[in-house]
């Protein structure tokens, strides 16, 4: 046996994923595994299934068929006795809370202020004591450099400061697993390293992160392995220095030449 298949299970496991909407098959058979404290990044062209990939994995979409885990546990199913159950809604909602999701809009409460966007879900969702609650959401957002933002409104912050509450927001839910799905594509270009800057501090405090994103240099430096979606199928993957640097694929070579 390898040390490889006698390491810890991972974290995500997604075996022959297909999903479709109507006729159109978005995800033709996904196979990828994630490691704990792995950090991989999903590149590929506008319209190849990253982010229907990651809604899957947190339960957003419904797979059609193959069969996606998370942590050992079956993605919308519940094991009773030796047969699968659909999960029930109060049931999805409890395994997406580990499940911590940053999208390309940051979708904030407009109407609270930033300290109370981090404390919103833990207090409502995981009926989490205030006190609590406030010192970790106090501390992530020294983490992200807003420290003085607390009680700013959202509209009062630049995108990049606003993208990093929605970071913190979701670390306050301290999740095993973080999405991001183009969560830099909206900023002005000079607001994107701020953001990347704290998803490397994430990466390097050992988070298990899907990245879908188009900025090779962030995928270069913080990946462990990149992998290149095309039309519902992964084409490639391998860590992250090959896959840039010598693509296999056709396709990889020329999508990384219109974006690099
Ligand atoms: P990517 O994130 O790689 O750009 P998406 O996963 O968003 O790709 O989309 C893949 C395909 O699935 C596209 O053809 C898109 O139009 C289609 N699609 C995504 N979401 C829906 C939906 N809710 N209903 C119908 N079609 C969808
Ligand atoms: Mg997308």
Known sequence: MTTETAGPRPLVRAEGVRKSFGT??????????????EVVCIIGASGSGKSTFLRCVNHLEKIDGGLLRVEDRVVGYRLKGRKLHEQSHNEICADRSDIGMVFQHFNLFPHMTVLE??????????????????????GLLDKVGLAEKAQAYPRHLSGGQQQ?????????????????????SALD??????????????????M????????????????DRVVFMHGGRILEEGPAEAVINRPQHERTRAFLSAVL
Request: hydrophobic share 45%.
């Open 24 to 37: 159109n098959e978005v995800l033709k058979g996904i196979d990828l595994e994630i490691r704990r404290g």
């Open 189 to 206: 270009p000079e607001l994107v390293g701020e953001v990347l800057r704290v998803m490397k501090d994430l990466a390097r405090s050992g």
């Open 208 to 223: 298990t992160m899907i990245v879908v994103t188009h900025e090779m240099g962030f995928a270069r430096d913080v990946a």
């Open 117 to 138: 966007n981090l404390m919103e879900a833990p207090r409502r969702v995981l009926k989490q004591r205030k006190d609590e609650v406030r010192r970790r959401a106090l």
């Open 164 to 184: 990093r509450v929605a970071i913190a927001r979701a670390l306050c839910m301290e999740p095993k697993l973080m999405l991001f799905d183009e969560p830099t």
